[in-house]
């Protein structure tokens, strides 16, 4: 094949900073003769990597060799930042902290204003406006090639595809290479790159590589630990886990720094008390969720961290009666712990159910922090991983019946957080934190070769907490939920997509379903194909919920509102069922409907701090859902995040957590399954509203002699929204069965009980003395039912 034949033209370019002694060169039409190129190394794994950067979302990162990172805004389709040095990997999936990100250090190649990172489309002289579309990357031999379309006003699509490369030249300068391979561009249009400068760099008509060299420039170093913190209290409080679990003003899971700097006096007792306290763990002090021991925190971290808590103790004016009581407590006074309940009967199981049996998946060499689970149609489990790696696992020999070992195969790389996995015939969609992104295997090796964009047009922000959860393929289209930011300054508000469930189709368009979500981490398919989510406590949600997933329902996290909708605000929808923290929920997570034995048709779901797996008994009452939530298995090695069935009908269970509060037991990964063996557990299996009360089956018949009012305790309150974190039951009252009658057959007790109100919780404990016909004693005694209809 001939070579075309075009001048070679040298760039117009502005000298600044470390832009001195640059030569650049343009090659148009390279050979397909030419012999084929080296496969590169690269300096860390992965080396293309999605994530914020810099306080930018939808950002890739390329570390292409030691000397040369490139960035590119995928957010404005256009290339960041080119340097030499590296980046600061910071946050939740690096280093377990929540208030920072990642971030780049080292000096840049391009000066002010000189980088070439901006198309124009021009006809006769005038620029013509158009919207800049990324639409994913293809990795072969360790090369990538980022894809973008320039769209204009009349719909013509300008594509153009970019593989930018470290290299070398004879004087062994440093350089960045550009090959671009533009197509469909129409004639009369001029394609140019420009700098901010507005110097033209590269006219676009076809293939093209542009080449700029730069100065050597001296190692870099990272900037030295703690020189971006104010107070290097706040340093050692996110090298540990404190961030999880408290802020500086608000109560969360934990009391906030104020709260602790106003309850003790800063003095040398509180140190020594304080320091005791972190070093061992426990709780009692502010309620039932226990605090990790930090055993491995030197005294002097401690007190350096005390040193910063107490920075935020109010004035002594701002002090109320009761506040200052507390502050003139003695130091020295000891806090009496709970008593610890029986697991079932007031406390989290400690088992797997009766009625399944577990088997460990993961390995000592593969530890996954499971973000999403599917199967493809051959019977292989895909597993993305919510981690440094941001990986895409290929594991096989996992079915019933397979005797090869367990046999694990990363495919991909690199993904921002991927928190939702689907596979549709045979297709693989993964969720990532600002991209719905389909993963493509072009040559049947088993790597993923293409990452394309699905949807990326929702809105986002820096902030660590607008996380995207979940995907859900039904009736030909995704489904997935968006977490509201956490970290907003008083004069933002949240971006309209926050806290809403989506509804994409194939071609990347989304409508909003719901709103007022807060960290809707799970979304599946129940009964009657209905959608359902869960949320976590929080800001204006005083407990945490299962949803149905109603189109333009409310659901009550107010920070979603419109300044419009806050002055007249809408009524929040009730969830179908809620959870109470601490006691059957923490962190709720996928919900998947029910296959097996007597249970078959309720719902389940995974707790990644509470633990375990829970049941929902759903019913329709009055047009609306609403049931009972049951403890229903634990004994998982850490908390359960995603959950789907298997070809050979066990249900596989992925792990999840972090360092400090969003754990179960502090265990951060795990991949198992459990698989139904046929046994009978005896234990609630329904509990259904009755005009005046409710009739309770059981999976096995129970004793007639246990017919005793005074063995049934029950409780019912309400939950109001607030803007605190979390909140109290409120009109707690205890009720008193007043007739109770037992089937012929011995499964349902029907309860009469006076003073039921709707719009209630009704809580159910069972005496633990309670026995079936056989003997057998209850796997769990409690329920907790949502009445929100009461049936005529």
């Given at each position: 094949m001939d070579t075309p034949r075009m001048a070679i033209t040298d760039f117009v370019k502005r000298?600044?900073?470390?832009?001195?002694g640059m030569a650049a060169?343009?090659?148009?039409?390279?050979?397909?003769?030419?012999?084929?190129?080296?496969?590169p190394s690269r300096p860390m794994d992965?080396?293309?990597f999605r994530s914020v950067l810099d306080k930018h979302p939808r950002m890739l990162t390329l570390a292409l060799d030691t000397a040369c990172f490139a960035a590119y805004d995928l957010g404005k389709g256009?290339?960041?930042?080119?340097?030499?040095?590296?980046v600061l990997r910071e946050g939740t999936v690096f280093t377990n902290k929540k208030n920072i990100q990642p971030s780049s250090w080292g000096t840049s190649y391009y000066g002010e204003d000189s980088l070439p990172n901006r198309w124009s489309v021009s006809k006769n002289g005038e620029k013509l406006p158009f919207e800049m579309q990324y639409k994913g990357y293809v990795l072969e031999d360790n090369r990538i090639?980022?894809?973008?379309?320039?769209?204009?006003?009349?719909?013509?699509r300008i594509k153009i595809n970019e593989r930018p490369e470290f290299v070398r030249n004879v004087q062994d300068q440093p350089g960045f290479e550009r090959s671009f391979a533009g197509s469909d561009i129409p004639a009369g249009l001029e394609v140019s790159l420009r700098s901010a400068n507005d110097n033209v760099q590269v006219t676009l008509s076809g293939d093209l590589l542009a080449a700029d060299y730069f100065q050597q420039l001296p190692e870099q170093s990272p900037p030295a630990i703690g020189d971006s913190y104010d107070h290097l209290g706040i340093l050692w409080m996110e090298n540990s886990d404190c961030y999880t679990c408290h802020e500086e003003k608000n109560a969360t899971v934990g009391p906030s720094f104020e709260q602790i700097a106003t309850r003790y006096p800063k003095n040398r007792e509180s140190y020594s008390l304080l320091t005791g306290k972190i070093k061992e763990g426990g709780n009692g002090v502010w309620g039932d969720t226990p605090m990790n021991p930090h055993p491995d925190l030197s005294t002097a971290e401690i007190k350096t961290m005390l040193d910063y808590i107490f920075t935020h103790k109010p004035k002594e004016s701002t002090l109320t009666r009761e506040s200052q009581a507390n502050?003139?407590?003695?130091?020295?006074?000891i806090e009496t712990e709970s008593p610890s309940p029986k697991p079932g009967h007031g406390a989290a199981l400690e088992g797997v159910h009766p009625s399944y049996d577990l088997t460990t998946l993961h390995t000592e060499s593969f530890q996954p922090r499971v973000g999403g689970l599917d199967f493809l149609p051959d019977g292989r489990l895909l597993v993305s991983t919510w981690d440094s790696i941001g990986g895409l696992y290929l594991v096989d020999n996992i079915l019933e019946g397979d005797r090869d070992p367990v046999s694990v195969k990363r495919i991909a790389a690199g993904l921002?957080?991927?928190l939702g996995l689907e596979v549709v015939d045979g297709e693989i969609f993964v969720l990532q934190k600002h991209e719905l992104t389909q993963l493509i295997d072009h040559d049947g090796d088993d790597v993923i070769d293409e990452y394309r964009v699905v949807c990326d047009e929702w809105g986002v922000r820096d902030d660590f907490h607008e996380f995207a959860f979940g995907l859900v393929y039904k009736e030909d289209h995704f489904y997935i939920t968006l977490s509201m930011a956490m970290r907003l300054m008083a004069n933002e508000r949240q971006l309209p997509d926050r806290g809403r469930t989506l509804k994409i189709d194939r071609d990347g368009h989304y409508e909003w379903v719901d709103y007022g979500l807060r960290t809707p981490n799970g979304i599946g398919v129940g009964m009657d194909e209905e959608l359902f989510v869960t949320d976590?406590?929080?800001?204006?949600?005083?407990?945490?919920?299962?949803i149905h997933v109603q189109k333009g329902a409310y659901n009550g996290m107010a920070w979603g509102l419109s300044a419009e909708q806050e002055l007249d605000p809408p009524a929040m929808v009730p969830p179908a069922i809620w959870l109470p923290d601490k006691e059957i929920g923490n962190s709720p997570s996928e919900p998947i409907l029910m296959k097996d034995g007597p249970y078959q048709g309720q719902l389940l779901h995974g707790d990644v701090t509470n633990g375990g797996i829970k049941r929902d008994f759903l019913e329709k009452v009055n047009g609306a859902y609403q049931g009972a939530v049951f403890r229903f298995s634990q004994g998982f090695t850490a908390g359960v995040n995603r959950l789907v069935w298997g070809p050979d009908g066990a249900l596989y269970v992925g792990e999840v957590g972090m360092v400090g509060g969003w754990s179960w037991k502090g265990n951060q990964y795990g991949l198992e399954k459990i698989m139904y063996n046929g046994d009978s557990t005896f234990e609630m299996l329904a509990i259904r509203a009755k005009p005046d009360g409710f009739e309770i089956e059981f999976t096995e018949p129970i004793a007639a002699e246990v017919l005793d009012p005074a063995l049934l305790e029950i409780q019912q309150w309400r939950y109001e929204p607030t803007a605190s974190y979390g909140g109290p039951k409120l009109d707690l009252t205890q009720l008193i069965p007043e007739s109770m009658q037992l089937s012929g057959d011995g499964k349902r007790l029907l309860v009469t009980i006076p003073g039921l109100l709707e719009k209630h919780v009704i809580y159910f404990k069972l005496s633990e003395d309670l026995k079936s016909q056989t003997g057998s004693s209850l796997w769990s005694s409690e329920a907790w039912y949502t009445l929100n209809n009461i049936p005529n």
């Amino acid at each position: 094949m001939d070579t075309p034949r075009m001048a070679i033209t040298d760039f117009v370019k502005r000298v600044k900073g470390v832009l001195f002694g640059m030569a650049a060169v343009l090659i148009m039409g390279i050979s397909c003769n030419s012999e084929p190129e080296d496969i590169p190394s690269r300096p860390m794994d992965p080396w293309a990597f999605r994530s914020v950067l810099d306080k930018h979302p939808r950002m890739l990162t390329l570390a292409l060799d030691t000397a040369c990172f490139a960035a590119y805004d995928l957010g404005k389709g256009q290339l960041y930042k080119v340097w030499k040095g590296g980046v600061l990997r910071e946050g939740t999936v690096f280093t377990n902290k929540k208030n920072i990100q990642p971030s780049s250090w080292g000096t840049s190649y391009y000066g002010e204003d000189s980088l070439p990172n901006r198309w124009s489309v021009s006809k006769n002289g005038e620029k013509l406006p158009f919207e800049m579309q990324y639409k994913g990357y293809v990795l072969e031999d360790n090369r990538i090639t980022i894809r973008f379309e320039l769209v204009l006003e009349d719909g013509t699509r300008i594509k153009i595809n970019e593989r930018p490369e470290f290299v070398r030249n004879v004087q062994d300068q440093p350089g960045f290479e550009r090959s671009f391979a533009g197509s469909d561009i129409p004639a009369g249009l001029e394609v140019s790159l420009r700098s901010a400068n507005d110097n033209v760099q590269v006219t676009l008509s076809g293939d093209l590589l542009a080449a700029d060299y730069f100065q050597q420039l001296p190692e870099q170093s990272p900037p030295a630990i703690g020189d971006s913190y104010d107070h290097l209290g706040i340093l050692w409080m996110e090298n540990s886990d404190c961030y999880t679990c408290h802020e500086e003003k608000n109560a969360t899971v934990g009391p906030s720094f104020e709260q602790i700097a106003t309850r003790y006096p800063k003095n040398r007792e509180s140190y020594s008390l304080l320091t005791g306290k972190i070093k061992e763990g426990g709780n009692g002090v502010w309620g039932d969720t226990p605090m990790n021991p930090h055993p491995d925190l030197s005294t002097a971290e401690i007190k350096t961290m005390l040193d910063y808590i107490f920075t935020h103790k109010p004035k002594e004016s701002t002090l109320t009666r009761e506040s200052q009581a507390n502050v003139k407590k003695p130091a020295t006074e000891i806090e009496t712990e709970s008593p610890s309940p029986k697991p079932g009967h007031g406390a989290a199981l400690e088992g797997v159910h009766p009625s399944y049996d577990l088997t460990t998946l993961h390995t000592e060499s593969f530890q996954p922090r499971v973000g999403g689970l599917d199967f493809l149609p051959d019977g292989r489990l895909l597993v993305s991983t919510w981690d440094s790696i941001g990986g895409l696992y290929l594991v096989d020999n996992i079915l019933e019946g397979d005797r090869d070992p367990v046999s694990v195969k990363r495919i991909a790389a690199g993904l921002a957080e991927p928190l939702g996995l689907e596979v549709v015939d045979g297709e693989i969609f993964v969720l990532q934190k600002h991209e719905l992104t389909q993963l493509i295997d072009h040559d049947g090796d088993d790597v993923i070769d293409e990452y394309r964009v699905v949807c990326d047009e929702w809105g986002v922000r820096d902030d660590f907490h607008e996380f995207a959860f979940g995907l859900v393929y039904k009736e030909d289209h995704f489904y997935i939920t968006l977490s509201m930011a956490m970290r907003l300054m008083a004069n933002e508000r949240q971006l309209p997509d926050r806290g809403r469930t989506l509804k994409i189709d194939r071609d990347g368009h989304y409508e909003w379903v719901d709103y007022g979500l807060r960290t809707p981490n799970g979304i599946g398919v129940g009964m009657d194909e209905e959608l359902f989510v869960t949320d976590n406590q929080g800001q204006w949600l005083p407990a945490n919920k299962l949803i149905h997933v109603q189109k333009g329902a409310y659901n009550g996290m107010a920070w979603g509102l419109s300044a419009e909708q806050e002055l007249d605000p809408p009524a929040m929808v009730p969830p179908a069922i809620w959870l109470p923290d601490k006691e059957i929920g923490n962190s709720p997570s996928e919900p998947i409907l029910m296959k097996d034995g007597p249970y078959q048709g309720q719902l389940l779901h995974g707790d990644v701090t509470n633990g375990g797996i829970k049941r929902d008994f759903l019913e329709k009452v009055n047009g609306a859902y609403q049931g009972a939530v049951f403890r229903f298995s634990q004994g998982f090695t850490a908390g359960v995040n995603r959950l789907v069935w298997g070809p050979d009908g066990a249900l596989y269970v992925g792990e999840v957590g972090m360092v400090g509060g969003w754990s179960w037991k502090g265990n951060q990964y795990g991949l198992e399954k459990i698989m139904y063996n046929g046994d009978s557990t005896f234990e609630m299996l329904a509990i259904r509203a009755k005009p005046d009360g409710f009739e309770i089956e059981f999976t096995e018949p129970i004793a007639a002699e246990v017919l005793d009012p005074a063995l049934l305790e029950i409780q019912q309150w309400r939950y109001e929204p607030t803007a605190s974190y979390g909140g109290p039951k409120l009109d707690l009252t205890q009720l008193i069965p007043e007739s109770m009658q037992l089937s012929g057959d011995g499964k349902r007790l029907l309860v009469t009980i006076p003073g039921l109100l709707e719009k209630h919780v009704i809580y159910f404990k069972l005496s633990e003395d309670l026995k079936s016909q056989t003997g057998s004693s209850l796997w769990s005694s409690e329920a907790w039912y949502t009445l929100n209809n009461i049936p005529n």
